[in-house]
């Protein structure tokens, strides 16, 4: 007896965009779709931020519309997967709350991790109170205390912090990085219009529409300096003031500026939850880590394993409304999918 779309199981791992998105999908497909989320809320790293590049849209309101309607979806918050047996069709899937499903397919929205800037020693995160990360300034945009910013007067952002960085394992390129650099700069001349702002990057990749748009503004409205070349190193002085060494690689000099802030442009690392399930399911992986699709071109949300699907961060570095449209693409594959067994 052939089994209508609601008698096959779709278990989600991972309550971010990318999840929360394809979750809905497959729920207007008819599936029954378990959301599976270790944190406490829905909206992985979305929850974290503020406003969204190109144009400061609040991530609350982004965030909000997506959860408005979840429709049948059955969502777990503070869940983990505990144990995962593949079957001969499909998966047993445990859960830490005590419920076990047999997911017909399997779909990973484990997203990525923030770099942790401190690795990058010779920038002095952890080490000097001034310098602190994208992320933590996020916090502050939000009304979050965050101590460290005071009142700057001149603020430095350093691109590529831990992203085309062959000495910590990460050549790729983040992608969301420097158009998150150049929409803080404008957001903090916003608050402190008096303040100077530096922006030292090695390349601008401001790919997407608005985004080039923003960074005129950034240039023309804010009075943003943009410096091409790497920071080399970063000094306290008595007074907690920030000593950063660089050099303008356009000039070919070097530069020394005294700041009294300094943000780090964090990158996107691989996301070390799904490790355990990449192990049991025996997923490959790439060399830094993230999720491999089957064929990035044209399977780029099939796995090697059968019934096992990808969306969003956890294969690569996305934005936003990349993430969205791959979490679609999942759920349509997923369907497909299901429709062959
Ligand atoms: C500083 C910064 C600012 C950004 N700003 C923008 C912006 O303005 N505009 C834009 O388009 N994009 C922006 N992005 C990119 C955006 O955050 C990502 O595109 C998006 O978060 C990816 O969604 P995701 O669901 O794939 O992953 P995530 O947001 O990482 O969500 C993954 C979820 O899976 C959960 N999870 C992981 N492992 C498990 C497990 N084993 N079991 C259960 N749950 C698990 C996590 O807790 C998390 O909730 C920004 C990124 C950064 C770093
Ligand atoms: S997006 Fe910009 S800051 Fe981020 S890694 Fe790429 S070049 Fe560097």
Redesign the pocket.
């Known amino acids: 007896m052939e089994l209508t779309n609601q008698q096959r199981n779709v278990v989600i791992?991972?309550?971010?965009?990318?999840?929360i998105e394809a979750s809905k999908a497959l729920d207007a497909l008819g599936y029954t779709v378990f959301l599976?989320?270790?944190?406490n809320r829905?909206?992985?790293?979305?929850g974290r931020?503020d406003?969204?590049?190109p144009y400061g849209t609040p991530?609350d309101d982004v965030l909000g519309q997506m959860t408005a309607s979840m429709g049948r979806v059955k969502w777990f918050t503070s869940?983990?997967?505990t144990q995962l047996n593949k079957l001969e069709r499909g998966y047993n899937v445990i859960l830490s709350n005590g419920l076990s499903v047999l997911a017909d397919a399997l779909l990973l929205?484990?997203?990525?991790t923030?770099f942790n800037a401190s690795k990058k020693e010779e920038y002095g995160y952890g080490i000097y109170d001034k310098v602190i990360t994208?992320?933590d300034l996020?916090d502050y945009f939000s009304g979050i205390p965050v101590p460290a910013v005071g009142n700057p007067r001149r603020i430095g952002f350093v691109h590529c912090v831990g992203s085309r960085d062959e000495k910590v394992g990460n050549r790729y390129c983040?992608k969301?990085?420097c158009?998150?650099a150049v929409?803080q700069a404008c957001e903090i001349k916003q608050q402190f219009p008096e303040a100077v702002v530096y922006c030292f990057y090695m390349d601008l990749r401001m790919f997407g529409r608005g985004y080039e748009d923003m960074y005129l503004e950034a240039q023309k409205k804010y009075g943003v300096i943009f410096v091409r070349g790497r920071v080399s190193e970063v000094s306290e002085d008595k007074d907690g003031h920030l000593f950063v060494k660089a050099e303008d690689t356009l000039s070919g000099k070097p530069l020394r500026v005294t700041l009294d802030l300094l943000v780090l442009m964090?990158?996107?690392s691989h996301?070390r939850?799904?490790d355990p399930?990449a192990r049991t399911l025996a997923l490959s992986t790439m060399e830094d880590g993230f999720l491999k699709p089957k064929d990035s071109l044209t399977a780029a949300q099939a796995s090697y394993c059968t019934g096992v699907f990808y969306?969003?961060?956890?294969t690569g570095p996305?934005?936003?409304?990349?993430?969205m449209a791959e979490a679609r693409a999942a759920a349509t594959n997923i369907h497909e999918y299901l429709q062959e067994q």
Request: overall charge negative; charged content about 15%.
């Open positions: 791992i991972g309550g971010g965009p990318a999840g599976i989320e270790r944190e829905l909206g992985g790293h979305l931020w406003r969204l590049f991530a869940t983990e997967v929205t484990t997203g990525f923030l994208n992320a996020e983040s969301v990085c158009a998150t929409k964090a990158g996107m996301n939850a799904v399930i969306a969003g961060a956890c996305k934005t936003l409304p990349e993430t």
